[in-house]
Structures are given as structure tokens and as C-alpha cells.
């Protein structure tokens, strides 16, 4: 298989044909708050090492053809040190991007909210301390 593109494309151009060879899959860059818009994605390289794992905030979608003649479709979330599994949906058909855009979207903002509260806690405990 050719070497994907290392740019950001429309998430929905690559649905119908598995990960490419050396990809773990794509890391959802921006993300529509439309319900089926559009998502836009980089490739993510496949890991070389254990510690090759999602950066805090990143959410990646991989996909392989199932068993039903759809694709199986995974996402995964780095929160901080870890990596999980947020969801997974087997068989799906067609443009299945439309499918999991609310998840992704939600997921994403989230996280975005979670870790402004967090970095805003961080922020109260350390002007306490000094006080």
C-alpha cells in the first residue's frame, strides 16, 4: 500500500479502505460542533516502543474491515500518562464518520473542560501557597 499523506484531510476520505501499512490510525485534529460535519485528521504512526503512547488530550480512531463486510472502528483517548478506550463500533458501513462525530465531539470537549478545571486548581493551590 502507498504511504499515506502526512497532512490534515477530511477524516470521511479515508473510511472506506483500512489504516494504511505503518499507521496506528488517525489522530482527530478538529472536530465540527455540527452533528456528521466534517472531522479532520492526521495519520498517527504505528508504535516502535511500549512508551509510544497517545499525548494527553489526543484522540485517535483506528479501523479495520469486520466481520460483517463493514469496518470495526475503535477510538482511543490519552488522558495523561495512559491511554483508553473509549468506545468501539463493530460493522459499520458507508461514511461511517458521520457515525461517531458526536462521541468524538463530546469526548474532545470534555477532556478540553477537564483539563482547564485541572490547570485552574493547579493555578488556586499554588497562589494559596505563596499567600
Known amino acids: 500500500m502507498a504511504q499515506p499523506t502526512t497532512g490534515l484531510f477530511p477524516l470521511r476520505k479515508a473510511v472506506h479502505r483500512p489504516v494504511p501499512d505503518g499507521c496506528?490510525?488517525?489522530?482527530?485534529?478538529?472536530?465540527?460542533p455540527v452533528?456528521?460535519?466534517i472531522l479532520r485528521a492526521t495519520w498517527y504512526p504505528a508504535p516502535t516502543s511500549r512508551r509510544d503512547?497517545?499525548?494527553?488530550?489526543?484522540?485517535?480512531l483506528s479501523?479495520?474491515?469486520?466481520s460483517s463486510g463493514g469496518m470495526d472502528v475503535t477510538a482511543r483517548l490519552g488522558p495523561?500518562?495512559?491511554?483508553v478506550t473509549l468506545a468501539t463500533w463493530p460493522g459499520l458501513h458507508d461514511d461511517w464518520s458521520t457515525t461517531v462525530h458526536p462521541t468524538v465531539y463530546e469526548v474532545?470537549?470534555?477532556?478540553?473542560?477537564?483539563?482547564?478545571?485541572?490547570?485552574?486548581?493547579?493555578l488556586a493551590r499554588t497562589v494559596a501557597t505563596r499567600a
Open 63 to 66: 479501523w479495520a474491515p469486520g
Open 53 to 60: 503512547r497517545l499525548v494527553p488530550g489526543a484522540l485517535l
Open 108 to 122: 474532545l470537549g470534555l477532556h478540553s473542560g477537564l483539563r482547564f478545571a485541572t490547570d485552574a486548581l493547579d
Open 35 to 37: 452533528p456528521g460535519d
Open 24 to 32: 496506528r490510525g488517525a489522530r482527530v485534529r478538529e472536530v465540527s
Open 80 to 83: 495523561n500518562n495512559l491511554e
